[in-house]
């Protein structure tokens, strides 16, 4: 039984949001209305991430209509990634909406002109489905409205539900020791503790996953490495005692224990830390970078960068030079260095905390999301804050740029959503989590406690 093959009109902020969206509906036929060129026409210019998105669509558009030699009228066959793969075709709808739309809604307006196009092929096309795709709620409510058929565009989900991301943990079963000491090695290296663990469970376990047990004598490991049907578990430091104190800084719970195991293990290039406002993402990196570059001597500099969307009204442009304006942004590193420079000179006095800020002050750069393309950081501690304002696209760009000796680390609340059209399930810090999550020098953990104060802790329960 052959499938019949839809028509999808596609809308403006779908193009800009993914360039190779026209590319990923299979076998059925994608319409781009005049009103969308129109559209992508008016916002190509500049330097910011759509207007380059914008071009790289306006190259695909020009590659695939060079190929018919201009002759777009019948369609242009939409080039396929495999050859099992049944691709549509691409049409330019040039002509005006005619289909009339209710009183109120001006047909000058290109949301509007959307609407009346896709009523359009529906009457031209009655055998076949038409579709409207596009990430704007409000042009989806109006389309439902009037009986279109509407969908978001969920190509770039990584998740059906965001409570479905990996969290980096694993709480063991009541009986798991019962199931799996049968065939139990264990033995130290270096004052480090390691298990060889077999069984049904270890099997899926993955490398620098932590596994912990609720026991009066709690156990905590991680994961080193899978070895045919064995795994290696490593006993993790406990950096919640004072004598394993991180710039003065300690674990206090479990989670965040963990998550300064992955922030100091140089084994580790890429680290991913989740949680809500308050259980300590900023601070426990802030004190392993300054630890690990001041101390330690393993990186030459910390870089701190973060997407700049502001939650209310814009402020409008900020003078000064590049790190001057993203200043106003990084509220949350003053506001980290203030504790860490506490932590570190109790006993200095005024002058000894003045000289404290400013050498901590000058080892930490900040830059704009703006200047990172083209980069390659050598030797560098990256910390991307907000990372789930990122796109996958932007989130990839910054994890390039990684050089030898650098480790880079993202931080962010995906409850926390500011940027329009990303949600929980296609933010870029979604996607590096899952994506991340197999590879031997990467490690994630999702913070659950707030240890900011109990005012915090009750307002992020209650409101």
């Known amino acids: 039984m052959t499938v019949k093959r839809k028509i999808f009109v596609i809308d403006t902020n779908v193009l800009v ?3 190779t969206s026209i590319l990923r509906f299979q076998e059925h ?17 500049g330097m910011s991430e759509v207007a380059r998105n914008v071009r790289q669509v306006s190259r695909l558009l020009d590659e695939l209509a060079q190929k018919v030699n201009g002759d777009i009228g019948r369609g242009i066959k939409l080039p396929s990634a495999s050859k099992d793969i049944e691709t549509g075709h691409l049409y330019f709808h040039m002509e005006e909406a005619h289909s009339p739309l209710p009183f109120g809604l001006s047909s000058r307006s290109s949301d509007n002109a959307l609407l009346g196009i896709t009523l359009d092929l529906g009457k031209n096309h009655p055998g076949r489905q038409v579709i409207l795709v596009t990430k704007d709620i ?14 978001d565009y969920t190509n770039d989900q990584v998740l059906d539900d965001a409570n479905l991301l990996y969290t980096g943990m694993e709480k063991l079963a009541a009986d798991f020791w019962d199931k799996h000491s049968k065939n139990m090695e264990s033995w130290k290296e270096e004052g480090r503790t390691f298990y060889r663990l077999r069984g049904p469970r270890a099997r899926g376990w993955i490398p620098n996953q932590f596994l912990y047990t609720d026991d009066p004598r709690p156990f905590e490991a991680v994961v080193r490495r899978i070895e045919n049907d064995a795994a290696i578990v490593e006993v993790v430091k406990d950096y919640a005692s004072e004598r394993n104190k991180i710039w003065g800084i300690h674990a ?13 293990d140089p084994e580790v290039d890429f680290v991913s830390l989740l949680g809500q406002a308050g259980t300590g993402k900023t601070l ?7 630890m690990q570059t001041l101390e330690i001597k393993r990186y030459s500099e910390i870089i701190m960068t973060r997407m700049t969307v502001p939650v209310g009204e814009d402020i409008g442009f900020l003078p000064g030079t590049e790190e001057e304006k993203m200043g106003p942004w990084m509220g949350a590193l003053e506001d980290n260095l203030d504790v860490l420079q506490e932590t570190a000179t ?19 750069r900040i830059k704009s999301l703006n200047f990172m393309r083209g980069r390659t950081f050598l030797k560098k501690f990256l910390i991307i804050d907000e990372a789930q304002n990122l796109s996958p696209h932007q989130i990839k ?11 880079i680390v993202c931080l962010g609340n995906i409850a926390q959503i500011d940027t329009p059209y990303l949600t929980e399930t296609t933010s870029g810090l979604t996607y590096v989590v899952d994506r991340f999550k197999q590879w031997e020098h990467s490690g994630h953990v999702t913070l659950q406690r707030g240890e900011r104060s109990r005012l915090a802790d009750y307002a992020s329960e209650i409101l």
């Open 17 to 19: 949001h993914d360039p």
């Open 138 to 151: 409000n042009l989806r409510i109006k389309a439902r409205a009037l009986g279109i058929h509407t969908e």
């Open 397 to 407: 760009t910054l994890v390039t740029r990684a050089g030898p000796g650098s480790k």
């Open 346 to 364: 109790q006993d200095h006095g005024a002058w000894g905390r003045a000289a404290t800020h400013d050498l901590l002050r000058s080892r930490i």
């Open 284 to 290: 426990l990196t802030l004190a392993s970078a300054l």
């Open 29 to 45: 036929d994608v319409y781009i209305p005049i009103v969308v060129l129109e559209e992508l026409d008016s916002i190509k210019v």
């Open 252 to 264: 206090r719970n479990r989670e965040q224990n963990f998550a300064l195991n992955l922030l100091m």
